[in-house]
């Protein structure tokens, strides 16, 4: 079971999908051998076949997903498509409901994708839906979608990723919504309607409860309320899994129930039961309240997870066999991946099986009992060391008051609020209104306990964990679990020692930040949707050209793109920022960036627009675009902006980096227009403009848009490659048509970031490399047929 389930995991590490025709045929030659050979080996060639066996069988499961595809020619098109809403529809951004809709039917006019078919999960937004009501049931919806599609970088989220694993194979937006009188609504479509209508009788009854965004959360698994303030304030306390309808909620349900149930059977005359038939009652009962509660809370992915441990747990239990805790925690992993192959692209999956099995570690075999009080500071130190290397390799802090929040929280949500919130709700449900009023009451009084409690932990001024490297952090974990795990006192006693001189050293004073040094100079045009973000590094030098877009509440190119980025590249310190205007696409999350990193100086086509923006930040004196040249590492920079006055795009800061071994320039324009391109091209100054000799890399001004990109500007400047910053699909339409023409008949090689992803420039001793991230994308996200695949410039 366990070479099946690493043979599942690592076909997540392929970027090429492995036949798995192939791997499956594979087997009958192993097969063969395993008959043939002797012992010793046949136990290894049984190894090799349940390896081959978990990567082939979730090789057939991601290709079923992937042969699920929207045509080039149905994006952008008005489609009516039938089926049902399978989950809880969230509110969104722009007065809009989000939801998950499984199709069953498609217009028969639509041809099959070439050896494919229609997409069974989609994923849309309903705009202006605030008055709208969304039907249960068989419905019809006109829709436009487009193929699954995202920002692809080195690190930071990534949407693709998100959307494979739950089988969504298309996104859009809803243009109308009709019940479908006639359509039959099956099983699972029967379910989902149940379960929004549950939803939609607990909020009837306890809508008005000032709690009722964690009260919704923790009895139906129901997120949609929850505020930025909530998600602030559990991530800060790394209690976000306390609304995660997970193993802590259905643990809590079977243990109740299986208590229950046994001091209801011991009541029973004796003889009626034997201890056998008893104990399987007791299991039966437990099973049944945990499946129960986990429809009750929409059977996501976690939910489901936790149910499979349940069912495995308690199986072992009920046997009660003197046998390893390893086995039934490879079984349920086993049975995880079996029932749901695409788990290992979610954290929660990771998460939870590591926190099992660190639980596991430091409890099993231990000849003395420990302690409850004990064993919850045991189990949370566990956790809390045992995940952080896991954490960081996510990308995802480690709040060192996560272990006061959680020491507090779990036993006050594991003996009171679960308690307390299912007996409520069981006694509203069968009183009516009765008593609704005394039950909001007491729900808003221990829940209100909750989050002060969270807030309190919160505001208390704990300094942040180191980021360590990686190969530390796993040695420091290690350490730490194992005198957790071994109670010899003098190995505890030198371990702790240690430890304190190692951390007494690493933080006696605040090193100042360093960027590690690289090898060769390089820029990375990162894919940032429409807008614009460039990182420019030479030794150890860092300037970064523009922030990319943010909407408010929405999204934000610093917090989803250059800050795992940059704290992947270990960049500490940003010696210059240039921010080439004040438009959102180009200086968004400026606040955010400005909190994570340390900054030299900041320049601007648009210093008081920026200041502005900053105006609540302490943060370097804005700058006016420089009009100088200066040495950077082994680029010479050159800056300019117009002299007209002008503010908005054409205030843009142009800005040429230039590296004299390679002859190559590569020019960041910003969204200058045509004028301004005219007098750029007119500047007597500009000698390196129209009469350069060498490569040139150009970034095209305005995304492509056809207010830029004159017949004269391409003609004089003459790029070599020209780089469109352009979201997919996107409502502008950037590049223009007619801008692509122009620089094609140049012979310019054209690159889009909605196709290629991030680009990767990079200055070798005696040649120029530009790497596409899609080249090294896995198979979910660039395969053949997918959309990074047939992305086109128009």
């Given amino acids: 079971m366990f070479a099946f389930s690493c043979g599942v995991i690592l076909l997540y590490r392929f970027s090429v999908l492995p036949p798995y025709p192939w791997l499956f045929l594979s087997l009958f030659v192993l097969l063969t051998f395993f008959i043939a050979k002797a012992t010793r080996f046949r136990v290894v060639v049984l190894l090799l076949i349940a390896w081959v066996f978990g990567l082939g069988w979730a090789a057939w499961h991601a290709d079923a997903h992937l042969q699920q595809r929207l045509s080039p020619l149905q994006e952008g098109v008005p489609l009516t498509v039938a089926g049902y809403v399978c989950d809880l529809p969230q509110p969104g951004s722009f007065n809009s409901i989000r939801f998950s809709f499984c199709v069953e039917s498609w217009p028969e006019s639509i041809d099959l994708p070439d050896g494919g078919a229609h997409p069974e999960k989609i994923r849309v937004a309903w705009y202006g839906s605030g008055e709208k009501v969304l039907p249960s049931g068989a419905i019809l919806l006109e829709v436009v979608l487009k193929r699954p599609h995202g920002n692809l970088n080195d690190a930071g989220f990534r949407y693709e990723d998100w959307l494979f694993r739950h089988g969504v194979r298309a996104t859009g937006s809803v243009r109308g919504v009709a019940k479908l009188t006639n359509g039959a609504c099956g099983l699972v479509c029967s379910y989902h309607a149940w379960h929004r209508k549950m939803a939609t009788v607990v909020e009837g009854y306890f809508g008005g409860a000032a709690q009722y965004p964690l009260l919704a959360s923790l009895l139906i698994g129901n997120r949609g309320h ?8 559990l991530k800060a306390t790394g209690t976000i899994h306390l609304v995660a309808i997970s193993g802590l909620h259905l643990g809590l349900v079977a243990l109740a129930a299986g208590l229950l149930c046994r001091r209801f059977l011991l009541l029973l005359p004796s003889g009626w039961l034997s201890e056998k038939n008893l104990r ?37 239990l009920l046997k009660a066999r003197d046998v390893s805790p390893w086995r039934p925690f490879v079984i349920a992993l086993t049975c995880v991946l079996v029932f749901d192959p695409s788990a290992p692209l979610d ?44 954490l960081q390799a996510f990308d995802q802090t480690q709040p060192l008051v996560g272990v006061v929040a959680n020491l507090v929280a779990i036993p006050w949500v594991s003996f009171v609020v679960m308690p307390v919130l299912f007996a409520g709700a069981v006694l509203v449900f069968i009183t009516g209104d009765m008593v609704v009023g005394h039950v909001i009451a007491v729900f808003d009084a221990v829940l209100g306990v909750l989050w002060y409690l969270l807030q309190s932990v919160e505001a208390i001024p704990f300094d942040p964990l180191p980021r360590l490297t990686q190969a530390a952090l796993v040695a420091l974990a290690l350490v730490i679990l194992l005198v957790l795990r071994f109670p010899d006192r003098l190995f505890r006693a030198v371990s702790i020692i240690v430890l304190l001189g190692w951390v007494g050293l690493g933080w006696r004073s605040p090193e100042p930040p360093v960027n590690p040094a690289v090898k060769m100079p390089e820029v990375r045009i990162w894919d940032v949707g429409q807008g614009l973000s460039v990182l420019v590094r030479s030794g150890r030098k860092v300037l970064l050209y523009d922030t990319g877009p943010e909407v408010k509440g929405v999204y934000s190119a610093v917090e989803s793109v250059l800050l795992p980025n940059l704290r992947a590249l270990g960049v500490k310190h940003i010696e210059h920022l240039v921010v080439s205007h004040g438009d959102s696409d180009h200086s968004g999350g400026l606040s955010a960036l400005l909190n994570e990193v340390s900054l ?35 680029f010479e920079l050159s800056f300019w902006r117009s002299s007209s006055g002008v503010s908005g795009n054409d205030a843009s800061c142009v800005l040429r980096l230039f590296h004299p071994k ?19 091209l007119a500047d007597p100054r500009l000698g390196w403009l129209s009469a350069f000799s060498g490569r040139r890399i150009l970034v095209a001004p305005h995304h492509g848009s056809k207010t830029s990109s004159s017949t004269e500007w391409v003609a004089g400047v003459a790029p070599d490659w020209v780089i469109y910053t352009a979201g997919y699909q996107h409502r502008y339409g950037h590049p223009h048509e007619d801008v692509v023409e122009r620089y094609q008949k140049t012979g310019a090689v054209p690159l889009n970031t909605a196709c290629s992803g991030q680009l990767s420039v990079r200055f070798g001793p005696e040649s120029l490399n530009i790497v596409e991230a899609k080249q090294q994308a896995p198979f979910w996200i660039a ?12």
């Fill in 280 to 316: 399987k009652t007791v299991y039966c009962t437990v099973i049944l309240a945990s499946l129960f509660y986990a429809l009750v809370a929409g059977m996501t992915v976690p939910t489901r997870r936790a149910l499979v441990m349940v069912v495995v747990g308690g199986w072992f």
């Fill in 662 to 680: 390679l002859n190559v320039d590569l020019l960041l324009t910003g969204d200058i227009s045509r004028s301004v391109e005219a007098e750029m």
């Fill in 226 to 233: 929850l505020t930025g303030i909530h998600w602030q304030t």
């Fill in 783 to 794: 395969g053949p047929g997918l959309a990074r695949d047939q992305c086109k410039i128009p």
């Fill in 347 to 390: 954290q929660g999956f990771w998460l939870s099986f590591l926190a099992v099995a660190l639980l596991v570690w430091v409890f099993s075999g231990r000849l003395r009992r420990v302690g409850w009080l004990a064993g919850l500071m045991l189990a949370q130190c566990a956790v809390f060391v045992g995940l952080w290397p896991v």
């Fill in 600 to 634: 030299g100086a900041i320049s601007s086509g648009e210093p008081v627009l920026v200041g502005e923006k900053l105006a609540r930040h302490p943060a370097p004196l804005i700058q006016d675009c420089p009009r100088m040249t200066q040495t950077f590492g082994e």
